[in-house]
């Protein structure tokens, strides 16, 4: 992939997913993903897109679910226009574009997801992503089109180039896990912190929101991921022990 994916959340007019291809196809971007488009029509978008972009659209994968979209990822980078509160290390889109290049040019695979046009992205799907970015505007007209967003992320990471100055993932390493499988994994670490009464019991995705924070810097690999699910396992087995001999 030549830059990184753009992901459209629940887009509520055909006419800006084809506007968003156009971007694409513009900045060398090469894969669109539509995760539960409202009123989503081919025949509306094709104008907007063009031919080089409808090639592209073509060739979009559909989603129902944000999470089944993000599985095959190692970075995700949200899109914001809302900051502050609990939405911290908000980036610009340069500044996530230098990011992209060098995770990039070491063999990850990044996504940038785009939420629908009156409300953006909820909590929980921002919270899911890991990264934010915000695109600095007039305080007086905050508001941009969908394909507008799309574009200027799009332009700042093509501007960064092919990343060969940054060296390729070594083979004789083990891959990196994908966004799915980090999931996985957090899930498990989340069982094995209540077994341990770590976490409190009444409101874990809560609690666990710090740990995954603290997580997603770390570039997991397969045989790590495999350290930590074995770990993860013996403890359950050993509450699951515990719990045993209470009861005889």
């Known amino acids: 992939m030549s830059g990184p994916a753009v992901i459209l959340c629940r887009t509520k007019y055909p006419e800006n997913i084809g506007s968003a291809a156009r971007a694409c196809a513009n900045m060398g971007c090469e894969e669109i993903v539509l995760v539960g488009p409202q009123n989503f029509d081919p025949d509306k978008a094709a104008p907007l897109a063009t031919g080089k972009g409808m090639r592209i659209l073509e060739k979009a994968r ?13 970075d995700i980078y949200a899109t914001t226009a809302r900051v502050g509160g609990w939405r911290k290390g908000v980036m610009r889109p340069d500044q996530a574009a ?3 290049a060098e995770s990039m040019g070491r063999g990850k ?14 909590n929980r799907e921002v919270e899911m992503c890991g990264r934010l970015i915000c695109i600095p505007t007039s305080s ?20 960064k180039g092919p ?6 993932q070594d083979r004789g390493r083990a891959p990196l896990i ?14 094995a912190l209540l077994d341990m009464d770590y976490l409190h019991p009444e409101n874990p995705d809560y ?8 997580l997603n810097g770390i570039d997991f ?28």
């Open 62 to 74: 559909q989603e129902s679910t944000l999470e089944a979209a993000l599985s095959g990822y190692h």
């Open 140 to 159: 007086d007209a905050w508001s941009l089109n969908l394909s507008q967003a799309v574009l200027i992320v799009l332009y700042e990471a093509f501007k």
């Open 98 to 100: 230098g990011e992209m």
């Open 221 to 248: 690999r397969r045989n790590e991921f495999d350290l930590l699910m074995g770990v993860c396992r013996q403890i359950g087995w050993l509450k699951r022990v515990a719990d045993k001999n209470r009861e005889e």
């Open 178 to 191: 994908t966004h799915g499988e980090r999931q996985v994994l957090y899930k498990h670490i989340q069982n």
């Open 109 to 122: 695979e990044a996504a940038v997801v785009f939420g629908p046009e009156d409300t953006g992205l909820t």
């Open 163 to 168: 990343p060969g100055e940054f060296r390729r």
């Open 207 to 214: 609690f666990m929101m710090a740990m995954k924070r603290f």
